[in-house]
């Protein structure tokens, strides 16, 4: 069994650019999460994509934007990079239809530092 | 919409000592109740879940936390802790009929030999 794969590991960018994080998900899952974890806090809920549709977004501008493919694999892109941005960007897979009541299987993160 | 508390930034234990590591929801409705622990520079890994049913709930690593709903509590212990437990521990509400998890700060767990 495949797990949660995140790429890459690491990403160093500027304020302003663009940026995509990627996600495999582990094998029978079809609904992806993606969370946000600054330094020394616990993750914030992004979004999550089910059935290739977003099905439940936390508190976060438009500028972070996701793709889920066929394969149940997924894409975060976030535009304008701020300073803040700068945290361990986590993805989670899980099976169903995406409520509240099924365990997710993480990642390990892309840890993304903006300068 | 629900809320986690996690008061304690840092526990300390020596190994083989008991551990409760505390955590406080605020919901209107029974919610879904998780606990997950994180590795340093790796991703959270689920130790238990409560839905419903039983209160007392049994997890991987011999860790079980206990749904208490008059203190609006999901305490997680584990009766001897061991040097691998050393990670930082979050607790996580689900709202029934959301799809929005909430995670609390963490509780970093400190083992001394």
């Known amino acids: 069994e495949t797990g949660v794969t995140q790429s890459p590991t690491h990403l160093i960018k500027t304020r302003g650019q663009q940026v995509t994080l990627r996600c495999s998900s582990q094998s029978g899952h079809n609904t992806v999460s993606w969370y946000q974890q600054a330094l020394g806090q616990g993750p914030q809920f992004i979004f999550q994509y089910y059935r290739e549709e977003e099905n439940g977004r936390g508190n976060f501008p438009p500028r972070f934007s996701g793709l889920q493919f066929p394969n149940y694999s997924s894409e975060l892109n976030v535009n304008a990079l701020e300073l803040d941005d700068s945290a361990l960007y986590l993805c989670?897979?899980?099976f169903g239809d995406g409520r509240g009541d099924q365990p997710q299987h993480f990642g390990d993160g892309t840890r993304l530092s903006i300068l | 919409a629900q809320s986690v508390t996690q008061p304690d930034i840092h526990i300390t234990v020596s190994e083989g000592a008991s551990l409760e590591l505390r955590c406080n929801y605020s919901?209107?409705?029974?919610?879904?109740l998780f606990w997950y622990v994180q590795s340093p520079g790796q991703g959270l890994q689920l130790l238990l879940k409560?839905?419903?049913?039983?209160?007392l709930v049994q997890g991987i690593k011999g860790f079980e936390a206990e749904f208490k709903r008059s203190q609006s509590s999901f305490n997680l212990r584990k009766p001897s802790v061991h040097w691998s437990d050393a990670a930082e521990y979050f607790c996580?509400?689900?709202?029934?009929?959301?799809?929005?998890?909430?995670f609390g700060r963490g509780t970093s767990l400190i083992v001394h030999p």
């Open positions: 409560y839905f419903s049913g039983d209160t």
């Open positions: 996580a509400v689900g709202a029934r009929g959301s799809y929005i998890p909430t």
């Open positions: 989670a897979s899980s």
């Open positions: 919901y209107g409705a029974t919610p879904y």
